[in-house]
């Protein structure tokens, strides 16, 4: 059969729109046309809905030869300080004003980190005793040399075992592994001490008296102050003392670990055993209500260890779901989608300073790229995407094969690794095959102009047929066209990019079935 010949019911398929995200929850053959089946890479552009490549880095320091492994990092905003806290519990600085690190002091325990800003510094709670991240008191000229870790441990109240820390109203809030939240003094983190006669003194709250469960974290939402326990269980607590309630939010909401949760604008997302869970407030009776999300992403979900953080990044709209591997989990707030992102090497944490984006390596520092380069560890990255199967009765036919994309970089015939695949139609990009009088050319950078033959012979499975091939600038779209005969049951579509910055515009096929 010729490529050329017609077919009354002959029908152009057309991938242009991906805002539906990942969507795992069912079989590739039924999922929509707007949603991926797979993505690796790629995320979805908030303008208009098709794909783009996402970002590399680029490393900022490389600690291989301190022999350190990093395990999380926080931001003390006050001083302009990134601490990373290592698996060996020492903590090291990066000083921004400076762009150098040194090793400030040792965690004093070994659970999950948590910090939060506080007057000079920032608070650190790893399980041990609190401790203070600044500068000397009263010092003027706060050089890197001088910033410092203390431990809070003098005084017979001050709490031994912090499992988290949180700042309200002029107080340091802290938490054991019971059930018990912690009030410092009023402007005082060292005062732990109780008077019922003074209401600026130390206060102390059990939360959920006697249903069992331990604190796990706590976080702001509104006016109010979130307490999630590991039972699946929810408090609220309103007001400040004396006049503060708390009330139970609700039950089966299941959090995976201490870090598994954030907030995100007004409301907070909180990764369970199986699914994510949302609240957030509204205008209804009770002010919060609690509700699932992220039912298209479930399996992922699951997979993810108690050990996950989940970080809002607001510097690119952001969340991502780290778990200690090269995968990360992404939920883009500006289009409420999810996508995933594969590294070259394990994160173990990121976060926002003004507009950049830091991301910790177990053994790096890293910064996420503002150029479009497609590079992580000084190797490139590759993007996947597989996109919703065409099933049908009947097999169908392929007659021609579409790919639109608009590149972000220049690119040479070196470039290797990028093929659309529509069944057992193969497409490759950047690099393009274009035939003219009977033979085949590379080319790249130059205008060629193509003609289509009179009459082609007849061709089945993989064989070239026709190829255009147009000049490449980038920004600039380039739109490659394939003929050829395929004949299969499913229509399987997919798509491999090394290295290769780009947009997705669209991808077409005309297919008949027979």
Request: hydrophobic share 35%; net charge negative; aromatic share 10%.
């Amino acid at each position: 059969m010729k490529p050329a010949t017609k077919h009354p019911d002959q029908q152009t398929v057309m991938l242009s729109d991906f805002s539906g995200g990942l969507n795992t929850s069912v079989t590739d053959e039924l999922i929509s046309e707007k949603q991926l089946w797979k993505v690796a890479n790629m995320e979805v552009d908030e303008n208009n809905g098709v794909l783009r490549t996402v970002k590399g880095t680029t490393e900022l320091f490389d600690f291989t030869d301190a022999n350190v492994a990093f395990k999380a990092m926080a931001y003390d905003v006050i001083n302009k300080v990134v601490l990373l806290f290592g698996r060996d519990k020492s903590i090291r600085a990066y000083f921004l004003k400076e762009n150098t690190t040194r090793t400030i002091g040792t965690l004093d325990g070994d659970s999950e980190i948590v910090t939060t800003p506080w007057e000079d510094g920032l608070l650190i709670a790893s399980g041990g005793y609190l401790q203070y991240a600044r500068f000397p008191e009263g010092d003027t000229t706060k050089l890197y040399t001088d910033y410092f870790v203390g431990t809070i441990n003098e005084g017979e109240d001050v709490p031994k075992v912090c499992k988290g820390v949180f700042v309200r109203s002029g107080r340091v809030l802290t938490f054991d592994a019971e059930d018990t939240l912690l009030y410092s003094g009023v402007g005082d983190e060292t005062n732990w001490t109780q008077d019922t006669n003074d209401p600026s003194a130390s206060l102390f709250v059990q939360i959920g008296y006697k249903v069992g469960g331990k604190i796990i974290g706590i976080i702001n939402l509104s006016t109010d102050l979130l307490i999630i326990k590991d039972n699946g269980m929810v408090f609220r607590l309103r007001n400040e003392y004396p006049d503060w309630q708390i009330s139970e939010l609700g039950r089966n909401i299941y959090c995976k670990g201490p870090a598994a949760f954030c907030a995100l604008g007004n409301a907070v997302l909180m990764a369970g055993s199986t699914s994510l869970q949302e609240i957030q407030t509204t205008q209804d009776y009770g002010d919060m209500r609690p509700q699932e999300m992220g039912g298209q992403v479930r399996n992922e979900i699951k997979t993810l260890s108690p050990d996950v953080k989940v970080r809002f990044l607001p510097a690119i709209h952001q969340v991502w779901f780290i778990d200690d591997s090269q995968y990360v989990l992404v939920f883009d707030a500006s289009t409420g989608v999810f996508t995933e992102r594969y590294f070259n090497s394990e994160v173990v944490d990121a976060l926002c300073v003004d507009s950049k984006v830091f991301i910790a390596k177990r053994e790096r520092l890293c910064l996420l790229n503002e150029s479009d380069e497609f590079k992580d560890d000084g190797k490139a990255l590759v993007a996947r995407a597989h996109f919703k199967t065409d099933a049908a009765l009947r097999d169908q036919l392929i007659k021609s094969v579409a790919l639109s994309i608009t590149p972000l970089t220049s690119f040479y015939n070196d470039v290797k690794g990028c093929a659309l695949h529509v069944s057992r139609v193969t497409l490759p990009f950047p690099k393009r095959r274009a035939t003219k009088d009977g033979q085949r050319m590379q080319k790249t950078g130059l205008s060629v102009a193509v003609k289509e033959p009179q009459s082609t012979p007849g061709y089945d499975g993989d064989d070239e047929v026709f190829l255009n091939y147009e000049a490449v600038t980038p920004g600039r779209s380039v739109l490659y066209k394939k003929r050829q005969i395929c004949r299969d049951e499913a229509i399987r579509v997919s798509l491999e990019a090394t290295g290769f910055p780009f947009y997705l515009n669209f991808i077409s096929y005309d297919k008949v079935e027979v």
